[in-house]
């Protein structure tokens, strides 16, 4: 695991430990009992309902990627846009609606995580919409920072930043001598 990962087997059972106590010193882990015991720490276990502001191309792909993937636990029930032209127009399986009736329609959905696909000066303004509508965890995809009150998760996913780390690794890949052996695919359960 440690070359794999690159990560020791110590700080492993070190992370693991933050959760509680898993396994037995000298014998290891029931590596089925821990998957279950982390699925449930995760709420993977259980249906999470998510919103998309932003009816672009990257909220199309989202709702397109989630509306295929059936063994996940994460469930797009709202798509959300301030565009009129498509406001009440079908994307996918579903309509999309004005964001300003987002703290509205969200009371039905009961969605507690909001992907921001919108443009970077628009996703202060999202942000604090989703925020008013009950949404508890918000991933942003707009290239710029914002700012969520305590006991609201924020994370980021930045395209730009993530290519320019594959950036470095081609070329450092490409100085090392023998060949290359690509990163394990992540596993899907």
């Not at 492993?12 to 590596?31: A, N």
């Not at 987002?102 to 992907?115: D, K, R, W």
């Not at 290239?143 to 924020?154: D, E, H, K, N, R």
């Amino acid at each position: 695991m440690e070359a794999r990962l690159g990560i020791t087997s110590a700080q492993v059972r070190k992370d693991l430990s933050h959760f509680g106590e898993f396994g037995r010193p000298g014998i290891g882990y029931d590596v089925e009992h821990l998957l279950g015991r982390l699925t449930e720490i995760m709420q993977l276990d259980r249906e999470q309902r998510a919103v998309i502001v932003g009816a672009g191309n990257l909220g199309a792909a989202l709702v397109g990627y989630w509306g295929g993937v059936a063994d996940t636990p994460f469930r797009i029930v709202g798509i959300f846009d301030n565009n009129f032209s498509k406001i009440g127009r079908m994307l996918w399986t579903l309509q999309i609606h004005d964001v300003h009736r987002l703290p509205e329609i969200n009371e039905t959905l009961h969605a507690s995580i909001g992907l921001i696909a919108v443009p970077g000066p628009a996703a202060q303004e999202v942000a604090d919409i989703l925020v008013q509508s009950g949404v508890r965890a918000i991933l942003n995809f707009a290239p710029t920072l914002i700012s969520v009150p305590g006991g609201v998760a924020l994370r980021y996913v930045d395209l730009t930043r993530e290519l320019e780390i594959l950036s470095y690794w081609v070329k450092r890949i490409s100085d090392m001598p023998g060949p290359a052996e690509p990163a394990p695919a992540p596993a899907r359960k």
